[in-house]
């Protein structure tokens, strides 16, 4: 028998790992355009414990490991680019602690969003967190491996900005805490300790982690969504910039599409508005519309076309179901808020090349401190030239990312080339000492921010 | 690459995106609340990654295996996946693993407990491969009628009239229909499969040839009404019976139960003195939307405090003997094995009582009380049990 297997199987029990061809299979593909890449093995730890037996195994035996979340990046992160173990983390998914007076909870890296979500609604309706716009089985822990935002970005930045500490299995196999935790106090704060920010955002290429301090916020007891439209997208960052000032919305993102075709051309921005009273919305409402967007709908160039409209959560996986594809990629970048209008002209310019309808969204993030922005390519999934049309769209956003001036979120592997190749080479040299440090072996998601 | 395999759902199951919402229930308080993901936790036995190997191999990008077959026959056909999936075409997710089914049955690659269930019903009318003649022993020594042209058919099925336990909930049953002085016979030694887990398991053949049999027999003996048992022969007899000419009017138990109590031909029993929670059965709740009979009825008994447990009515665990596992248990033996998550959730809502109202819940939830070491603590039984008051707790 084969003795990674009997290893990980003594681990995890023989349940809960596999070398055969059915979960290969199944893991080695994305849900985007990326090539299915086969592990050789899949593992599913139920607690830390298990995990860094793993690591140490696969770290004394030099294989390659690829931890993986809820799957949800459609970038092919967690992708194993070599083969190896891909431990699946969805199965440490517990909610260890909640303090609601100091506002956090300390969760398992794999707990889905939605778990936590439902966990806050029905005990601490008081309290909510940030919950990214991918499906709910997007994990915690695989979010913050890769600088995810979601609700409350623009009071409170990138879910990455909301961690009070973390637990993480380096590659060599030891447990680190950082934060308040690590000097044995509560999970209440990652400061003032030195600076040691060696995992967010490098795709699990640095180390696991395996429990996440996060910050929760007020979620007020009534929430709602209004909208505004503009014509003209070069006012977007105008009109954010007055709604930013105010600082009274919950969460804003401003989005056009070609489809539905009334609204294409046309560009919305959900403005999210929350209360614990109709006193409280209205005291929001008349300092974000009376006091700064007036202007715009006196002088006909906005208006607000809904108002308390129920929030509903986006469900993006219908945005793959376009002339019932199912597939959709996107790339997403930060960007500064002023080059919306650029972003939202050179996407259609090339989603008009591809002939998929364009689709574009810019959530704030910050107080206008800069913007998530994501150019969607949907694609038949059964027809590879579609398939093909979208790949190609992508590395061209890739490419106008840099070239606009901004950064590619959760970039894919040729993403992650053309940023490095962009990069200082100092920084460039100094992450990839920290690498090195970290992972003397290379098995961690390898081939993924591998400086050449 | 092998050969192409022809498929019913060519054009439609590319479109599963694999975004997940199918593993939760409806307010996504956990990812475990497809039975048979909650067991593996393997992506692929979750419902989209099941769909994604079928089309692997329907398209010949991968050959049939063993473990492929348990990933497509593990699926309980629980529905929960239809009710979470935002995509239009969510209404066909089981038929699109009942549809590989189909086509493992063309090509006669199916696992063997699979096989012995069909060899079973197709040989002896029932998939324990017991005798026909011994298929109306549950009657005993009670007054329960041959069915000769009565208001009702009571159908009691395959579980109810050889499973030990089943049977002793067709008897409370069938003693409650009496006392009410309903008009009702049954078939006895005459009865046969009503093809329900036949279908899930994808031999469109055999079930059309129970089918046509039973159709045959029930207008033969003149049947227009039918009262089931079993909520699986209500679903097969309800949906998949008129296209090969079967309209019967057709009521699960728990349909009829509170009109007669309701009309004072059904006295509920003195004090109960229980803490119920009820357990949604698979093939009334989700795929007949009834969801609110069953409670009502408990809530009506004298001495019930009905509990919820948290997943419920449509978002309901699946016990995990749905689509044939009852028999074929490739769900068993693990701490999570859907049915002894449900006993554990069951047992945590502080109900000494955890009702049913499906043959197979009882069996397979009884024996996960009994693994679970919840005998003491938690008494699974048959809403017809209770209203009878012939079981305890």
New interface residues.
Partial sequence: MNTVYNALADIVGE??A?A????L???S?D?GTSKPKLPDY?V?PANTEELQQIIRFANREKVPIVPLG???SLAGIAQPLRGGILI?M??M?RIIEVNEKSRYTVVEAGT?H??L???L??HHPDLMHSMPDA???ATVGGNIAIHGQGDLAHPHGFNSDMINGLEVILPTGEICKFGSCSVGSGWFTQHPLPDMSFFLGWGGATGIITKVSLRLFPCKKIREMDMFLVEDPELIPDVLYDLTHVGMAEDLAAFSGAIPPFSNKLHHISIFVSGDSEDEIEFKRRLMYDERLAKYIENGTGGIVATAQDIERP????S??WK?????EYVGSIMPVTAYAECYRRGVEISERHDIPYTVVGRVIGSSHAMMFAWSYAF???DPATVQHAKEALHETDDLVLGLGGTIWKPAVYGQQIVMEHMEPNTLQLMNNLKNMLDPNGIMNPGNWEVA | MTAKIEYKYDDMIHRCFRCGYCKFPTDWSTITNCPTYARYRLESFSAGGRLWLIRAWVMGEMEWTDRLAKIVYSCTNCKNCEEKCPISFSDNLVNMVVAARNAMVDQGSIPSPVKDFLNNVHLHGNPYGLSAKKRDQWIEDSNIAPYTNQEYLFYVGCEGSYDTRAQTAARALANLLLKAGVSFGVLGNQEISDGNEVEMLGEEGLLEELAEKNIRQFKELGVKKIITFSPHSYNVFQNSYPKYGGDFEVFHYTQILPELMQAGKLEAPADLNMKVTYHDPCFLGRWNKQYDMPRKLLKSLNGVELTEMERNKKSALCCGGGGGNFYTDFLGGSEDSPARIRVREAHDTGANVLAVACPNCLTMLEDAVKVEGLEEKLAVRDIAEILNGTVTT
Avoid at chain 1, 20 to 23: F, N, S, T
Avoid at chain 1, 315 to 318: A, D, L, M
């Fill in positions: 349940d809960y596999s055969q061809i059915e979960e299979v199944t893991y593909k849900l899949v599913v809820g799957g949800m699946d969805k199965r998914d889905s939605g778990k979500s439902a966990y609604k029905k499906p709910p089985a469900k993006t996986s219908k793959a179901d019932k594809g199912g597939g959709f038949n999934r059964a």
